[in-house]
């Protein structure tokens, strides 16, 4: 039971590129998250789903899109890449969407934007 | 605006000692509060959680205490341990709004041998 899995483990990017950041969860969990981590200012999130083919935007979604057309992968994708979107993103799942549920989060993906 | 404000930004404690991290929070819809753990190059993992119906929360060393009148909650490490050595994040979410987590913008903590 591999849990949340994130590729790639770094990147880094110019500002224009586009990129695709891969997360699988193999829990057959409906939720899914995409966080980013900055440093001293703790995980935003960006997107989040609630099952195949259905998300909603979270904190900071500008510059980010998110599809989801199975229940185990949730990739976000950067169009534009720009210095802003130098950070940590960590994909996390959760089995219900009730606010006690537990969410479990992937290793995370460092990426850099120059 | 920042919803969930932490305190320490960093912490040194000295083995065996305690470890007391601060969270503060604005908006009284907030009904669940998680704390998560997170070590170098990994994800953040439930360590404890609290809703404010109750004033402590103890597994292990760990302890929560909440003033909801304050809107205050606090993590306490008793006993802390070198391998306690992590980021520590507050978190805060309304359960009527989905699972969407606020967290605080997180507290290194070192347990020095």
């Known amino acids: 039971n591999a849990g949340v899995t994130q590729t790639p483990k770094f990147r880094i990017l110019k500002i224009g590129q586009s990129m695709t950041l891969q997360c699988t969860q193999d829990?057959?969990?409906?939720?899914m998250y995409w966080y980013r981590q900055d440093p001293g200012m703790g995980l935003k999130l960006i997107y989040y789903?609630?099952?195949?083919?259905?998300?909603d935007k979270g904190e900071v979604p500008n510059g980010y899109n998110v599809s989801r057309s199975t229940t185990e992968d949730f990739p976000l994708r950067l169009e534009l890449a720009a210095p802003s979107q130098t950070s940590v993103y960590f994909c996390?799942?959760?089995?219900?969407?009730?606010?006690?549920?537990?969410?479990?989060f992937g290793p995370g993906t460092r990426l850099t934007v120059l | 605006q920042q919803q969930v404000k932490q305190s320490p930004q960093s912490l040194i404690v000295q083995k065996g000692g305690i470890s007391i991290i601060n969270c503060a929070y604005e908006?009284?819809?907030?009904?669940?509060f998680p704390w998560y753990q997170q070590f170098p190059g990994k994800g953040p993992a439930l360590l404890i959680a609290?809703?404010?119906?109750?004033s402590e929360k103890k597994e292990g060393r760990f302890t929560i205490s909440f003033n909801k009148s304050a809107k205050q909650f606090s993590l306490h490490i008793m006993d802390s341990q070198p391998g306690d050595s992590a980021t520590y994040f507050c978190?805060?979410?309304?359960?009527?709004?989905?699972?969407?987590?606020?967290f605080g913008a997180g507290t290194r903590l070192a347990v020095h041998p």
């Open positions: 908006n009284t819809a907030f009904d669940y």
């Open positions: 829990m057959n969990h409906n939720y």
């Open positions: 996390a799942s959760s089995p219900r969407l009730l606010a006690t549920d537990t969410q479990y």
């Open positions: 978190a805060a979410v309304n359960s009527g709004g989905y699972n969407k987590l606020i």
């Open positions: 609290i809703r404010p119906d109750v």
């Open positions: 789903s609630v099952g195949a083919g259905i998300t």
